[in-house]
């Protein structure tokens, strides 16, 4: 294998992690909505000392779910940059075996000639699934004052 090969492995493994890690991020929003709800169902009958900490906690976390969507979108970002280094990579090892083969005077095989390489796609932002957490949690925030209130 040439180097070039390992620099394109190198690059898959990364975007590989990084999917991963996107997973646990959101695994992380859901774990945080499940304290979050915890939180709401103990509302009941609680002294200030339980409020105050309740509302340390709720905003907790609310930042985790924030921070847990912005680290998902630097992780797409990322990939896509990974993406395009591995299309240019790719195209210019087409062109320069398509150069080296013309300087020879060599033919180089039909899968060489008639290979296609595809830019990738434009950065796609998935957020629904953060923003419905996010919705999900502010319901949540709302029934807790209202249980607190009362």
Known sequence: ??????????????????????CYLFY??????FFNMCICIGAENTNTNDTLSQIIYLIIFTV???GALVADIKLTKKNWLYEYEIFRIESEDLERKKSVAAIK?????????????KAPESIHFNVRKYVSLLVINIV?????????KS
């Open 64 to 66: 985790i779910q924030c």
């Open 140 to 148: 949540v925030i709302i029934i807790w004052f209202i249980k607190v």
């Open 28 to 33: 992380l929003g859901i774990a945080s909505l």
């Open 105 to 117: 005077g060599e033919v180089l095989p039909e899968y060489i000639l008639n290979k296609e390489i």
């Open 1 to 22: 294998m040439s180097n070039l090969h390992f620099r394109l492995m190198g690059y898959h493994t990364k975007i590989e992690k990084y999917n991963n890690i996107k």
